[in-house]
């Protein structure tokens, strides 16, 4: 069962920052592109960053300029820095496989519990 570990929610006021974490297994890692998915209470999940395991890139809209997606080999781990965090970035935000080219894109294999983000005053 492919397993997926994130961590490093939290609460954090309007224009904070956050890193999330997602580690998983070394195949996984080494030869899947990975995304960050998130989910706001009564939305349908969406990707919002993938990346390759050649570093290629892409983002959602609503985060371009404002998250960065990240790899590090050793650790078999995929980072989301988030910067300027709004309001509407309150989600539970889960890692997973996906596509690089098509953000509208789902996993429809086994998730992670996910970390909590709040982003509030």
């Known amino acids: 069962q492919v397993q997926f570990v994130e961590s490093g929610g939290g609460l954090v006021q309007p224009g904070g920052s956050l890193r999330l974490s997602c580690a998983t297994s070394?195949?996984?890692?080494?030869?899947?592109?990975l995304g960050w998915y998130r989910q706001a209470p009564g939305k349908q999940r969406e990707l919002v960053a993938a990346i390759t395991p050649g570093d290629s890139t892409n983002y959602a809209d609503s985060v371009k300029g404002r998250f960065t997606i990240s790899r590090d080999n050793a650790k078999n781990t995929v980072y989301l820095q988030m910067n300027n965090l709004k309001p509407e970035d309150t989600a539970v935000y889960y890692c997973a496989p996906s596509s690089v080219c098509d953000l509208s894109s789902s996993w429809f294999g086994s998730w992670g519990r996910g970390t909590q983000v709040t982003v509030s005053s």
């Open positions: 070394r195949t996984i890692f080494t030869f899947v592109a």
